[in-house]
């Protein structure tokens, strides 16, 4: 089992920031692909982005890149998010699994936190 805890979630203000922080207990979550994905009400989940076990690539979607940095560390990975726009409000998932990157990319990975929303105000 690979526990996930997302936080850092909150409301804030369209161009501000905010860092949200995965969090796990498991000792194999610094070798595994780590990715963030994110959900709006009547929407798809999508993939926000992901980072390799050694953090030495990342990948992001489109809409994010520029704004967004995935990074990680001991037992934690972050999403940094930055020029904050109102279409980012959502609920933010992270996702792990040791199948591997693409795995985790591709949303099949097995194993996810609770979620944390973000609100951003126009």
């Known amino acids: 089992q690979i526990p996930l805890v997302e936080t850092g979630g909150g409301l804030v203000q369209a161009g501000g920031s905010l860092r949200l922080s995965c969090t796990s207990s498991?000792?194999?979550?610094?070798?595994?692909?780590v990715g963030w994905f994110r959900q709006s009400p009547g929407k798809e989940r999508e993939f926000v982005a992901a980072?390799?076990?050694?953090?030495?690539y990342t990948q992001y979607a489109d809409s994010v890149k520029g704004r967004f940095t995935v990074s990680r560390d001991d037992g934690v990975a972050y999403l940094q998010m930055s020029s904050l726009k109102s279409e980012d409000t959502a609920v933010y998932y992270c996702?792990?699994?040791?199948?591997?990157?693409?795995?985790?990319?591709?949303?099949?990975?097995?194993?996810w936190g609770q979620g944390t929303q973000v609100t951003v105000s126009s």
């Open positions: 996702a792990a699994d040791p199948e591997g990157f693409r795995a985790v990319v591709g949303g099949r990975a097995n194993y």
């Open positions: 980072i390799m076990r050694g953090g030495d």
């Open positions: 498991a000792r194999t979550f610094n070798s595994i692909a």
